[in-house]
Nanobody, 123 residues
Framework: QVQLVESGGGSVQAGGSLTLSCAES????????LAWFRQAPGKERVGIAA????????LYDDSVKGRFTITRVNAERTTYLQMTSLNTEDTATYYC????????????????WGQGTQVTVSS
């Protein structure tokens, strides 16, 4: 089992930056792949960034490529999502996910989920 707790959400003006954190505990063997998803009101949950801890490979959805960065500090067992140049379309609840099956940006790739943290971007 892996437990995930997100933090760092909040309100920010368009053009601003925010960094989300995802602290993990539990079985480290079950979190080979880490990712961030987001879900806007009335929309489906979408994978936006993923990290393969075996080789450091990252994946990004086109909507955030060049603006968001997923990183991890192993000693802290924490995964970060650095978000820059935020716009109103980035408003959503952001979820951290971990898994051991396969690498990708779809929900089926992941076994464990955090409770989510809200990000609101105002114009």
């Amino acid at each position: 089992q892996v437990q995930l707790v997100e933090s760092g959400g909040g309100s920010v003006q368009a053009g601003g930056s925010l960094t989300l954190s995802c602290a993990e505990s539990g079985n480290a063997w079950h979190r080979t792949y880490l990712a961030w998803f987001r879900q806007a009101p009335g929309k489906e949950r979408v994978g936006i960034a993923a990290l393969n801890t075996n080789n450091g490979r990252t994946l990004y959805d086109d909507s955030v490529k060049g603006r968001f960065t997923i990183t991890r500090v192993n000693a802290e067992r924490t995964t970060y999502l650095q978000m820059t140049s935020l716009n109103t379309e980035d408003t959503a609840t952001y979820y951290c996910a971990a898994g051991y099956n396969s690498f990708g940006l779809t929900s089926n790739n992941y076994n464990y989920w955090g409770q989510g943290t809200q990000v609101t971007v105002s114009s």
